[in-house]
């Protein structure tokens, strides 16, 4: 398999599926676009050895051009000097040359049409890796917003779990019989006092007020 038919498996890989099946989704973009930047570097090796047999046999094509024309002044100076027989065979050298030029001429243009093809592919391989890297920063920063969600409905599902409440309805009761108990000890001392201590009390407020209206006598003159 080539290396552009594999970039371009990876390219048609089905994102979401892997980011649902990962253990580590951003880890897993991340090697995804890593083997991708991989292959497409062996894709760039092998456009630029196909650039290169595409210059040799431009480079062929030129020599062999170039041998067909001195091969012709070669026989043209035989013809001059009245060497017909050399001429003859230069003729032959000229022609074989010429026969060698025209086929790495259609050597190079075949050659010369694949390498625009992988240029072309290469271009836009370029281009869909920069695009996958888009996405993937998108895809990690829904799949965060994913896991933060469910961590945030987990978190209400334990608020909104009815033994929570039940629990505090509990320990508020609990607090609430405390207070009521003590308010009832409270009571219960209260009346509890002996009817001695009540007189006491009677007496102690009446020595009070009589003592006042003692002095507000004696300030009045009476």
């Known amino acids: 398999m080539g290396v552009f038919q594999k970039i371009a498996q990876l390219l048609k890989a089905n994102i979401n599926d892997l980011i649902e099946k990962a253990a580590d989704p951003e880890k897993m973009l991340n090697q995804l676009i890593e083997d991708m930047e991989d292959q497409l570097q ?4 092998e456009v630029t050895n196909a650039l290169a ?3 040799i046999l431009q480079k062929k094509v030129e020599e062999n051009k170039k041998a067909a024309e001195d091969w012709q002044k070669k026989a043209e100076l035989a013809i001059s000097k009245g060497e017909d027989e050399l001429a003859v065979e230069a003729l032959k050298r000229k022609r074989e040359f010429e026969r060698l030029a025209n086929e790495y001429q259609k050597q190079y243009e075949a050659q010369h049409e694949a390498v625009e093809k992988l240029k072309s592919g290469l271009k836009m391989l370029e281009d869909k890796i920069e695009e996958a890297k888009r996405r993937r920063d ?3 920063a829904k799949s965060k917003r994913a896991d933060a ?12 779990d009815a033994s929570a409440f039940e629990s505090f309805e509990k ?9 009521a108990r003590a308010q009832a000890h409270e009571e219960l001392l209260n009346a ?7 007189f006491k009390e009677l007496e102690n407020s009446d020595e009070d007020i009589l003592d ?5 006598k004696e300030k009045m003159g009476k």
Not at 149 to 160: F, H, N, P
Not at 212 to 216: A, D, N, P, T
Request: charged letters at 35%; aromatic letters at 2%.
């Open 171 to 179: 320990f508020a009761q609990k607090i609430e019989q405390k207070e």
């Open 53 to 55: 047999d595409e210059k």
């Open 212 to 216: 006042e209206l003692q002095k507000l």
């Open 192 to 198: 509890s006092k002996t009817l001695e201590d009540r």
């Open 42 to 45: 062996k894709a760039r090796a």
């Open 138 to 140: 998108l895809l990690i």
């Open 149 to 160: 969600q469910v961590t945030i409905t987990q978190t209400m599902s334990k608020l909104t």
